[in-house]
């Protein structure tokens, strides 16, 4: 691990697996959870000869914590400067709930500068909750309540995130434990402010700045994304396809780890 400085003096983590690998994958962790999340896809691939390249976002895991910051253009701004710190090119951009609405932002805000292909997992995108003209995702009264929480019973929170809205299958409490924990790892401050975000961002536009090969999978019984708001990203990415996992939830990367991986690995190579 070390630390690319952001444009506002934070020290953003990174991580970088089996820098002489045939092709990086650069990973982006959802919210509230960090690098940690990944644990599952890095070994396969590694395995199969990739570099792996992740990072936690401000607030969360062994990032800085600072007061502000936490819009998407911030943390897109972030991704660049591992980017450029990496002197990374043509690499496989994934983003995960939150990171796929960050790497979103990232495309249009930098013209995919770099990235080759771009797979998008449980996206919180383009909108988290409904507004005028676009009636899809959850209620800005629902996130104001996990705001709340957030501010008066955070580690309770994790617990509901990680033993109750993230899997459908069903799943060791080892497992939703372990997802709990790097939940509450978070810090106070981002996981309020980048639920602030995830509330108010709009990142409609940013779908259709989106010109690479892109892949989305999403689980059928996921209640933290909803498969409209999935298939509005296919509607909006020219070119984009599609999959979904019948019997997961919103944590796609686990809940079907087999099937999940099995495709993942295709579409990072391109054979999906």
């Known amino acids: 691990m070390y630390f690319v400085k952001a444009s506002d003096d934070a020290s953003i983590a990174v991580y970088d697996y089996n820098p002489k690998g045939k092709k990086t994958v650069f990973l982006v962790h959802g919210w509230p959870l960090s690098h940690l999340m990944y644990e599952y896809q890095l070994e396969m691939l590694l395995s199969c000869g990739y570099r792996v390249v992740s990072v936690d976002l401000r607030g969360f895991g062994n ?15 972030d991704i660049y400067r591992v980017i450029c ?34 797979i998008l997992l449980a996206a919180a ?41 993230l899997f459908a299958s069903c799943q060791s409490e080892q497992i939703k434990d372990w997802f709990g924990d790097i939940a509450l790892s978070a810090s106070g401050i981002g996981t309020v402010q980048a639920a602030i975000s995830l509330r108010d961002e709009d990142g409609r536009n940013d779908l259709e700045a989106v010109n690479v090969p892109t892949v989305i999978i999403h689980g059928k019984k996921d209640v933290v994304v909803s498969s409209q708001l999935v298939e509005y990203q296919h509607m909006e990415i020219a070119g984009s396809r599609l999959f979904q996992l019948e019997n997961s939830g919103h944590g796609i990367v686990y809940d079907e780890l087999e099937r999940f991986n099995d495709l993942f690995l295709l579409a990072v190579e391109g054979e999906e």
């Open 125 to 165: 995108a383009p909108c988290w909750t409904r507004r005028e003209g676009f009636p899809y995702g959850l209620t800005r009264e629902y996130v104001n309540g996990l705001i709340r929480q957030a501010c008066t019973d955070r580690p309770r929170l994790a617990w509901e995130f990680s033993h109750e809205q």
């Open 85 to 118: 710190a990496l002197r990374l090119n043509r690499f496989v951009l994934v983003g995960f709930s939150m990171g796929g609405a960050v790497v979103l932002r990232y495309m249009r805000k930098y013209q995919c500068y770099g990235v080759e292909r771009l």
């Open 63 to 77: 990032s800085d914590v600072p007061a502000y910051g936490y819009s998407y253009d911030q943390m897109a701004d």
